[in-house]
């Protein structure tokens, strides 16, 4: 494979690049001071880049100087060196120079956003993240003793990651290159690690590679740094606001550390925004003619509220108020400094968002519903209703907040309220079918009925039990399942015993049967505890609420108890009722047979009587003018039921 020489940019094969390398520099000739000529041969600067114009222009410039001082005589000559100075001092003085110098860097600034040009340069100016850069930290120590591993640093947008990067390529002797993983691919880093390799080869110098955002390199693309790292071709540092362990392989986490940079405290920000604001009162006075901008305390503090951490954030918060502020003309004129309070700020602010609270994509998307889950599992209704609405307002997908609650239904609340389940399946198919944005009211129904619904986990207890014991003796899968448990389908099998003595439940009563049913060489083991939660109490919540909340659970308990009750002693009267229906049923066919085998019949008043019990017009004469209903009981038509007659059958 060949690859470019650095001195005469020939494609050379790399077995052959230092030799022919080593051979180009010692074929150059470096120019005479002596001559008058420049040499047309290209020299090692030229090769590198170097120009050369300025060069060519100082020795011609010298040649026509020597000529004329030729010309002149030596008096003249003398006298005019001695005027060249004074004429230079007539133009500019050293005080004029250095204030347009400023200015011109001020201008040149005046384009560039108040965050970049903010950057610290050294590792003393850096503020902030004293975890990892105070005095004896890791990190810290690491950048002073020059010996670089590779690593990555994790944190939140606008926690210094890109800058502290920038400052250890300054802070070391090593060479820096920088890479953003949104806009390289697999050949720009192959690229680098050629270059630096050779770099190393020819100078000794080793290659810090600092790639922003390494997140965004897909798996295979993650791959091709890991003999790199393992090589030490160059040290890689990466910067993600992702989680490594989700966003990152396994193989290159295993090779580099991982630094955890915490979003910026609210005194560092103030301290960021104070530096800051000298920056900008010297450029609104020195080059746009302003007066000071003055913010106090209070509203320094009301901004690194606002940004919540994020040092960019607060540094472009800044760079919109000193905006609003330059446009106010009649403080210009004052010449006073304008002062900016904080009810100014919220004026200014009120309009614009400058921090996203929600990334759908990012590690918000975790955070969120942990913290949601958390919260309809501490029966927390407010805390659970204030996370579904940050994460509606944040564009997550609602579906994924009704499978996390369908997993919460039996997580959490299993045993004790069996109805979540079926309830959060009817939830779903209501919201396909009704959609956004009404559906979010079907979303706070479920959070609601969650947090509220009494808390078991008796079955996710037992399901992690179970794996725990099966994780730590797996000799146990081996076994076989014992013979009467086996299905029998074919007449082989029933001959090899598949099935024999096997006690079928539904046969007995209550389906209680003795009958082992793990496998033969395993002695029974109790999953599935009593208990629906622990017993642990929490030393922070004063003894007075668990003894209330024990209350109500006994309460609950008493309820059960007296429903169960209830129920059987309805079962109860009902048989009663219906022993009671069959024995006058008996009476009533007992007294028809003596009727027909000719025993003595009643008096007509006692015929009259019978016919009564079952109509008031006994002999059918106004059948269709009275309001009887035989679906009716008897005590909502006692008109036609007369207890005496009753009782004398």
């Known amino acids: 494979m060949n690859t470019i020489c650095p001195i005469c940019a020939k494609p050379i094969p790399e077995t052959l690049l230092e030799r022919h390398v080593n051979s180009c520099l010692d074929g150059q000739e470096k120019p005479s001071t002596t001559d008058t000529k420049i040499s047309k041969k290209r020299d090692a600067f030229t090769a590198l880049g170097l120009k050369l114009d300025s060069q060519k222009k100082k020795n011609k410039s010298e040649i026509k100087k020597s000529e004329s001082f030729k010309e002149q005589s030596f008096d003249e000559s003398i006298q005019a060196i001695k005027s060249q100075p004074d004429q230079e001092d007539e133009k500019h003085t050293p005080t004029q120079n250095d204030a347009a110098k400023e200015l011109a860097e001020l201008k040149r600034k005046s384009g560039i956003p108040l965050a970049h040009r903010l ?19 890791t990190l810290s120590n690491i950048i002073k003793s020059d010996l670089i591993p590779s690593f990555i640093l994790w944190g939140p947008p606008g926690s210094g990651k890109t800058t502290l990067c920038r400052v250890i390529a300054k802070e070391s002797s090593h060479k820096f290159v920088e ?106 006075k020195l080059l746009f003619k302003l007066p000071y901008l003055s913010i106090d305390k209070a509203g320094f503090k009301y901004i690194a509220d606002l940004c919540m951490g994020d040092s960019r954030v607060a540094l472009n918060i800044l760079e919109t108020v000193n905006a609003y502020s330059s446009a106010n003309k009649e403080e210009e004129q004052k010449n006073e400094p304008t002062k900016i309070t904080v009810d100014d700020l919220k004026t200014i602010l009120k309009s614009r968002n400058f921090h996203q609270m929600y990334d759908k994509n990012g590690d918000a998307h975790y ?32 579906l994924f907040i009704l499978r996390r609650m369908t997993v919460i239904a039996s997580e959490d609340i299993g045993l004790r309220d069996g109805s979540c389940l079926p309830f959060m399946v009817a939830a779903k198919q209501a919201f396909e079918f009704v959609g956004m944005p009404e559906g979010e ?51 082989l099998m029933k001959s090899m015993g598949f099935g024999e003595d096997y006690k079928y439940n539904p046969n007995y009563e209550n389906g209680i049967v003795k009958q082992k049913y793990f496998p033969n060489d395993m002695e029974p083991i109790k999953f599935f505890e009593d208990t629906h939660l622990g017993s642990v109490r929490d030393p922070s919540v004063p003894s007075e609420i668990y003894e209330k909340e024990k209350t109500v659970v006994d309460q609950y308990n008493d309820y ?52 009564s019990e079952y109509s008031d ?33």
């Open 119 to 137: 950057r610290p340069k050294t590792l003393s100016e850096f503020i902030g993240q004293e975890h990892v850069l105070g005095e004896g930290a």
């Open 179 to 284: 890479l953003s993983a949104a806009d390289s691919t697999a050949k720009n880093l192959k690229d680098v690690f050629s270059q630096a390799e050779n770099h190393r080869k020819l100078t000794g110098q080793r290659t810090i590679l600092f790639v922003d955002e390494i997140h965004r390199y897909n798996k295979l693309v993650q791959d091709k740094l890991l003999p790199h790292v393992e090589k030490g071709t160059c040290t890689v540092i990466g910067a993600t606001t992702e989680n490594p362990s989700f966003s990152l392989n396994n193989a290159l986490l295993s090779r580099m550390h991982v630094f955890v940079l915490e979003p910026f405290s609210t005194e560092s920000v103030m301290k960021i925004l104070n530096r800051a604001l000298f920056e900008v009162n010297k450029m609104r």
């Open 367 to 398: 955070d969120i519903i942990s913290a949601f889950h958390k919260s309809i599992r501490g029966s927390d209704v407010d805390a659970a209703m204030f996370y579904l609405v940050k994460m509606l307002s944040g564009g997550e997908d609602p």
């Open 441 to 491: 009211i079907i979303l706070a129904h479920c959070t609601t009925k969650l947090a509220r619904a009494p808390k078991s986990t008796r079955s996710y207890r037992a399901l992690r039990s179970a794996q725990r014991y099966i994780n730590e003796n797996p000799d146990v899968l081996r076994l076989p399942v014992p013979i009467h448990l086996k299905n029998a389908p074919t007449r």
């Open 560 to 611: 059960l108890q007296w429903s169960k009750e209830r129920k059987k002693n309805k079962k109860a009267e009902e048989k009663e009722e219906e022993e009671y229906v069959s024995t006058k049923m008996k009476i009533n066919d007992t007294s028809k047979t003596e009727s027909s085998d000719g025993i003595e019949e009643n008096d007509e008043n006692s015929e009259e009587d019978e016919r």
């Open 617 to 649: 017009d006994p002999d059918c004469t106004n059948n269709f003018g009275k309001s009887y209903d035989e679906f009716l009981d008897r005590d909502s038509q006692p008109e036609y039921n007369d207890d005496t007659n009753e009782d004398m059958i």
